[in-house]
């Protein structure tokens, strides 16, 4: 039960079950709230919809920070203004090649990171994906979690199998609260 809590902060950190993945919550909630990206590179394809940033990508965006080789978004529908690339609906967000994520106390890493908003899934695959909070961690090749029913979902191969390590609640942390508290939902 402690690895559900743990995934389950990991995620959801005292937000709605209807908030978004951390790659881009909040976004319908604050849209005024920028969303910066950098990178060295960006390719706008108007016609097969979809943005392309390459090169050191970071992508910031209310206390949420993405670090990736590139960052794909694809969307559903062309915006009928000429000037309005980037403004249509998010189909997906895929990030590749040295994906971190942060956010809170949390950091994700992985190969790749592919946020799907229909389904409102996060899909972090690799050669060792890896969700960490301080000294609690959980791995595997692919981890999975559905938005809408939070559902956690880490599976393993033959060659590496899910690794979890969740360090339990002590009384001796300096501040006298107990280590872990800040994983617990």
Not at 17 to 26: G, M, N, Y
Not at 68 to 83: E, I, M
Not at 106 to 120: E, G, H, L, S, V
Not at 136 to 156: F, L, P, R, S
Request: charged share 20%; glycine share 8%; with cysteine.
């Amino acid at each position: 039960m402690a690895a559900m809590g743990f995934m389950m902060s990991v995620f959801f950190w005292n937000t709605p079950v209807k908030a978004q993945s951390p790659l881009i919550q909040d976004l319908e909630d604050s849209p005024g709230a920028p969303l910066q990206i950098t990178a060295d590179k960006l390719l706008a394809d108007r016609q097969s919809q979809y943005l392309l940033f390459s090169g050191n990508v970071v992508a910031v965006y209310s206390g949420k920070t993405i670090h990736a080789d590139k960052l794909k978004v694809t969307y559903l529908d062309t915006p009928q203004t000429s000037s309005g690339l980037g403004q249509g609906k998010i189909d997906k967000i895929i990030a590749t090649g040295h994906v971190t994520i942060q956010f809170e106390n949390k950091t994700a890493y992985c190969d790749q990171a592919t946020y799907t908003q229909n389904t409102q899934t996060i899909v972090l695959t690799g050669k060792e994906a890896k969700i960490q909070s301080d000294d609690n961690y959980i791995t595997g090749e692919k981890i999975t979690v559905n938005q809408q029913t939070g559902q956690v979902i880490v599976d393993g191969n033959a060659q590496q199998r899910v690794n979890a390590v969740f360090i339990p609640e002590s009384a001796s942390s300096p501040s006298g609260g107990k280590k872990g508290d800040d994983v617990a939902p």
